[in-house]
């Protein structure tokens, strides 16, 4: 027969104090001595005591769980997001609990009202793309930190990529390997993302010298528009040497293009994509150079922030988070 294991009672009685001054110390709680707090301490140690999940629940007044809120149906920018919040959070032994809102208001009321029935400690809201959303934050009893796309009021506190040094990072990469002709291919012109990454190719190439070649081209996200984008510039400016992309499908619809028209990609042109979304820039002829977002690590410090909110001492404003360049066969040769 296997061993009783101990309890919190048995803990109390080991350290000669009451279960309600134990549960304070093994959690933090309340005004201890600091003798006493060590003194129970000690006790849970000797006897090997873990609280259960439930239990802790109860003696600490929280869940030990966050839920992750998100309109990104396809889960290509929030499934990052969640595995970099998963990685921070689960030191911890906190758990996410994941509501997909689909774009729907009525749907993201709903699951607000399941989450805050499960008494989350908090919650970390993301989405499918980087303009600002309504914020939720008055509405709700706990805190909030926003992920990829941020809250529209400054008063609360969002993570994300840093889109201008992204651009800088395309810009200077395309002028490092000698191109001078460099044309910007972006995604709708109403989508903040599509403004700054131009603007921080634009302060690269300035820094070299140079400007866009030709006049900036904005579309919607698609392949479709990519390669639509690479038929004016073929007819624009059939000199370009490089072409900067405002996301990965932009780019393998300009590189379908140019390879259809007898262009060769790295050689002749050289093309950036932005988001390093795997199954994308490796299906495309060749693989892409990119600009990956880490959303991963956006997830990890939304997560610590929030962690840090639930603890008392919540931030605001944004803060954004480095990209990082990813070179493969669209711009240098093995």
Same mark, same amino acid.
């Given at each position: 027969?296997?061993?009783?294991?101990?309890?919190?009672?048995?803990?109390?009685?080991?350290?000669?104090?009451?279960?309600?001054?134990?549960?304070?110390?093994?959690?933090?709680?309340?005004?201890?001595?600091?003798?006493?707090?060590?003194?129970?301490?000690?006790?849970?140690?000797?006897?090997?005591?873990?609280?259960?999940?439930?239990?802790?629940?109860?003696?600490?007044?929280?869940?030990?769980?966050?839920?992750?809120?998100?309109?990104?149906?396809?889960?290509?920018?929030?499934?990052?997001?969640?595995?970099?919040?998963?990685?921070?959070?689960?030191?911890?032994?906190?758990?996410?609990?994941?509501?997909?809102?689909?774009?729907?208001?009525?749907?993201?009321?709903?699951?607000?009202?399941?989450?805050?029935?499960?008494?989350?400690?908090?919650?970390?809201?993301?989405?499918?793309?980087?303009?600002?959303?309504?914020?939720?934050?008055?509405?709700?009893? #706990?805190?909030? /930190?926003?992920?990829?796309?941020?809250?529209?009021? +400054?008063? @609360?506190?969002? !993570? *994300?990529?840093? &889109?201008?040094?992204?651009?800088?990072?395309?810009?200077?990469?395309?002028?490092?390997?000698?191109?001078?002709?460099?044309?910007?291919?972006?995604?709708?012109?109403?989508?903040?993302?599509?403004?700054?990454?131009?603007?921080?190719?634009?302060?690269?190439?300035?820094?070299?010298?140079?400007?866009?070649?030709?006049?900036?081209?904005?579309?919607?996200?698609?392949?479709?528009?990519?390669?639509?984008?690479?038929?004016?510039?073929?007819?624009?400016?059939?000199?370009?040497?490089?072409?900067?992309?405002?996301?990965?499908?932009?780019?393998?619809? #300009?590189?379908? /293009?140019?390879?259809?028209?007898?262009?060769?990609? +790295?050689? @002749?042109?050289? !093309? *950036?994509?932005? &988001?390093?979304?795997?199954?994308?820039?490796?299906?495309a002829r060749p693989p892409l150079t990119t600009i990956d977002m880490n959303l991963r690590k956006v997830g990890e410090i939304a997560a610590g922030h929030l962690l840090d909110a639930i603890a008392g001492r919540p931030r605001s404003g944004?803060?954004?988070?480095?990209?990082?360049?990813?070179?493969?066969?669209?711009?240098?040769?093995?």
């Open positions: 027969m296997s061993e009783r294991r101990a309890t919190l009672v048995d803990v109390a009685q080991r350290a000669g104090v009451s279960r309600g001054t134990a549960s304070k110390a093994l959690n933090g709680a309340g005004q201890l001595r600091a003798s006493t707090r060590q003194r129970v301490i000690a006790a849970a140690e000797e006897l090997g005591f873990e609280a259960s999940p439930a239990a802790r629940s109860l003696l600490s007044g929280r869940s030990y769980t966050v839920g992750l809120l998100t309109s990104d149906s396809l889960g290509r920018f929030s499934i990052p997001v969640l595995l970099g919040a998963e990685d921070l959070l689960a030191t911890g032994e906190m758990a996410i609990l994941l509501c997909d809102a689909r774009a729907d208001r009525i749907r993201e009321q709903h699951y607000i009202r399941t989450l805050l029935a499960r008494q989350v400690d908090g919650f970390i809201v993301t989405g499918h793309r980087s303009d600002a959303r309504p914020s939720l934050t008055a509405s709700l009893p #706990v805190p909030v /930190v926003y992920a990829y796309t941020p809250s529209d009021n +400054p008063n @609360d506190l969002s !993570v *994300v990529p840093d &889109d201008l040094q992204g651009g800088v990072l395309a810009g200077h990469h395309l002028t490092s390997i000698g191109r001078r002709r460099i044309a910007y291919v972006g995604g709708p012109q109403r989508y903040h993302a599509s403004h700054l990454r131009l603007q921080g190719m634009t302060t690269a190439l300035e820094q070299a010298g140079i400007q866009p070649h030709g006049e900036p081209l904005f579309g919607e996200w698609r392949e479709s528009w990519g390669r639509q984008a690479a038929q004016i510039l073929l007819k624009s400016v059939p000199d370009l040497d490089a072409v900067f992309c405002a996301s990965d499908h932009l780019a393998r619809g #300009v590189c379908d /293009v140019l390879r259809e028209a007898g262009v060769s990609i +790295p050689d @002749d042109v050289a !093309v *950036v994509g932005f &988001d390093n979304y795997s199954e994308m820039v490796m299906a944004l803060e954004t988070v480095p990209c990082e360049l990813v070179i493969r066969e669209s711009t240098v040769k093995d």
